[in-house]
């Protein structure tokens, strides 16, 4: 499975942006699908996950209210909607995904299996 995330871009303070992932290759094996980033110098975090059916969602504390995933299976794609961003929302961004299911949508990166490449989002201040 390959996943490739794109959307990234410089954007103003309280601006938007949308985030895509399309994945490819063996996507039957594809269960959960994430989104984590890294800021400089930071470790990766979590950001919000979805389930393969679309309806279990989870999101970070620090994203609620103003970031939204979804995904649509037939086109193999994940999105983040990113809404009201901030300083402290730039960093690159990460699509991942499960090769099975979870209870709950995982907020571990290591629990996931599949990665992108990564796509930078700048907020400027």
């Known amino acids: 499975v390959q996943l490739q995330a794109s959307g990234g871009g410089l954007v103003q303070a309280g601006g938007s942006l949308r985030l895509s992932c399309a994945a490819s290759g063996r996507t039957v094996n594809v269960y959960d699908m994430a989104w984590f980033r890294q800021a400089p110098g930071k470790d990766r975090e979590f950001v919000a996950g979805?389930?393969?059916?679309?309806?279990?969602?989870n999101y970070a504390d620090s994203v609620k209210g103003r970031f939204t995933i979804s995904r649509v299976n037939t086109e193999n794609a994940v999105y983040l909607q990113m809404n009201t961003l901030t300083a402290e929302d730039t960093g690159v961004y990460f699509c991942?995904?499960?090769?099975?299911?979870?209870?709950?949508?995982?907020?571990?990166?290591?629990?996931?299996?599949?990665w992108g490449q990564g796509t930078e989002v700048t907020v400027s201040s």
């Open positions: 991942a995904a499960t090769f099975r299911p979870y209870g709950q949508i995982s907020t571990t990166k290591t629990n996931y299996n599949y």
């Open positions: 979805i389930d393969r059916t679309g309806v279990r969602k």
